[in-house]
């Protein structure tokens, strides 16, 4: 058996670490985006021995967001929606934003139960959602090469903002209500 000769195996190595940065990130999304679509099936169909609409929205009047069918859909709805665009790496400052202040108002919810087990969960979410926005979903998603991909500095920050924006506002709006 020949083996191949050291600068074939290390071009190959020099490929291959080329795109293990954009293969993290694709795990990344997908794992989070992924779990993220779960839980708000659970809020809004039931799936996965979730509570289904009217259990999320009880449970959202009892957290003192009211009325709770709103605000249950409006978690269940950015959680599925901005975990799609998460997995599939579409939109993704966007997708970073929608996770983010969706996240914060999580954390906000959970905040009595202290970090662990409490807030944690919220917080991994929400830490991911601020830092894609930064490195963007990489190769192996729906905004690479495309016209509208966006990623850097300037998105990561405004999506920072755009988050917080949105995030505060459902909280106004939960001790306004």
């Known amino acids: 058996m020949t083996s191949k000769p050291l600068a074939e195996r290390a071009r190959t190595a020099g490929e291959l670490d080329a795109i293990s940065m ?4 694709l795990v990344i999304r997908v794992v989070f985006g992924g779990l993220l679509v779960a839980h708000g099936t659970q809020k ?6 979730g509570g ?4 999320t929205a009880d449970g959202f009047e009892q957290m003192g967001y009211n009325p ?4 249950g859909t409006l978690a269940g709805l950015t959680e599925v929606g901005g ?9 993704t400052p966007l997708a970073g934003a929608v996770v983010l202040g969706t996240m ?9 139960h202290g970090l662990l087990g409490g807030y944690e969960v919220p917080l991994v979410f929400a830490i991911v959602g601020a830092v894609i926005p930064f490195t963007g979903s990489g190769k192996f998603a729906m905004d690479a090469g495309r016209p509208w991909e966006r990623h ?3 998105w990561g920050v405004g999506a920072l903002l ?10 106004i709006c939960k001790w306004a209500l």
Do not use: P
Not at 22 to 25: A, E, F, P, T, V
Not at 162 to 171: F, H, I, Q, S, Y
């Open 83 to 91: 975990g799609l665009l998460l997995a599939l790496g579409l939109l």
């Open 152 to 154: 850097g500095f300037v």
């Open 22 to 25: 954009d293969l993290g990130l």
């Open 104 to 112: 914060l108002n999580a954390i906000n919810a959970m905040w009595s």
């Open 68 to 71: 709770g069918e709103v605000f």
């Open 52 to 55: 289904g609409w009217r259990g």
């Open 44 to 49: 809004l169909f039931g799936w996965w021995d």
């Open 162 to 171: 755009l988050a917080l924006v949105t995030g505060v506002l459902t909280l």
